[in-house]
């Protein structure tokens, strides 16, 4: 194992319902040689998984750190909300030996790494139309959970407020619609955007359906996207069509609250899964279906993210502005 000078290089880590990504960071730059993936399952919190990672890179001593978590932070203190840890600075700062900290929901970090992603990452769903560099942009996220983060450009720099957007209720446009969301209630007892647009909640869905249809069945999710890839006119490609149509409704509704004429952006296992399917599945007609607003919604470019590793780049960036700004170079 190479041996990193102590305080030249930053600590950034992502941490979802499943599994915690660690990396090494130069500035912006995430080092792929360092990147490591641990099953949470294995660990009985953060501070554990930070310990093995920084021992397996040489006993590294980082000059700061950022962590992204999928859940609430307030105060420098989060609680994830697919995962029982509970996280806050302290225990980061002496977790990864650091002298600067962050922590940030997961999809501020998203926010943060837009700019910094290689263009053979981004796939195209619609044609972003012209808008100024300092437009408002929209990250959404879709894979264990749901959440969405607007992203502005301001004088002091990129400003990413968190947002818990998954834990609004499903909407609901029709009388199949209604049947959905009481059947995902009982998860509950809320029916809630996360409930249908996540992991999980193509599980959901496909289970509604089999019920719907007469015949009760389950599957796990990657099972129905693998029998969507074969294509025909199978169960599980009903349930990720309604998925993708649920997807456009919810994008569409977030896209006039927060009018992010910069650009949406798909991120997550679930969206980067959905991807090559959601213009067959609907979801562009979703996203528009806004009555007499449906015109307006042209003014939206919508993205996905096929980087697994966006929210490392994000935290990287993060760091890297703070840093600067601590010495006075911004």
């Not at 105060?75 to 806050?88: S, V």
Request: net charge negative; proline share 5%; glycine share 10%.
């Amino acid at each position: 194992m190479m041996a990193h000078a102590a305080n030249t290089l930053t600590l950034v880590g992502d941490i979802g319902g499943t599994n915690t990504r660690i990396a090494l960071a130069r500035g912006t730059a995430v080092l792929p040689e360092t990147v490591r993936r641990y099953a949470n399952a294995d660990f009985p919190g953060l501070e554990t998984v930070l310990r093995r990672f920084i021992a397996d890179q040489g006993d590294v001593d980082p000059a700061a750190a950022c962590i992204a978590v999928a859940g609430p932070v307030r105060d420098g203190r989060a609680a994830l909300t697919n995962l029982d840890w509970t996280i806050d600075e302290a225990t980061l700062a002496r977790a990864a030996r650091a002298e600067t900290v962050a922590i940030l929901n997961d999809l501020q970090a998203q926010g943060h790494a837009l700019g910094h992603i290689a263009a053979d990452r981004i796939r195209a769903i619609v044609p972003a139309p012209p808008a100024p560099d300092d437009a408002s942009q929209l990250v959404i996220g879709v894979g264990t959970g749901f959440n969405a983060a607007p992203v502005f450009e301001t004088p002091g720099g990129r400003f990413v407020p968190p947002s818990e957007s998954g834990h609004v209720n499903l909407p609901v446009r029709d009388a199949a619609d209604m049947r959905l969301c009481n059947w995902v209630s009982t998860a509950h007892g809320f029916p809630a955007v996360e409930d249908v647009l996540s992991g999980r909640g193509l599980e959901r869905i496909y289970a509604w359906l089999s019920h719907e249809e007469g015949e009760p069945g389950e599957a796990r999710a990657a099972d129905i996207m693998a029998e969507v890839a074969r294509g025909g006119d199978s169960r599980a490609r009903r349930a990720a069509a309604v998925m993708a149509r649920f997807l456009g409704t919810v994008a569409g509704n977030l896209a006039l609250i927060q009018l992010p004429f910069g650009g949406i952006w798909l991120v997550g296992g679930v969206a980067r899964a959905l991807a090559p399917y959601l213009v067959e599945f609907g979801f562009v007609n979703a996203f528009r279906d806004k009555g007499r607003f449906s015109g307006f919604m042209a003014n939206f470019g919508i993205s996905v993210i096929e980087d697994d590793f966006a929210a490392l780049t994000g935290s990287a960036a993060y760091l890297d502005a703070m840093l600067r700004r601590n010495r006075g170079l911004i």
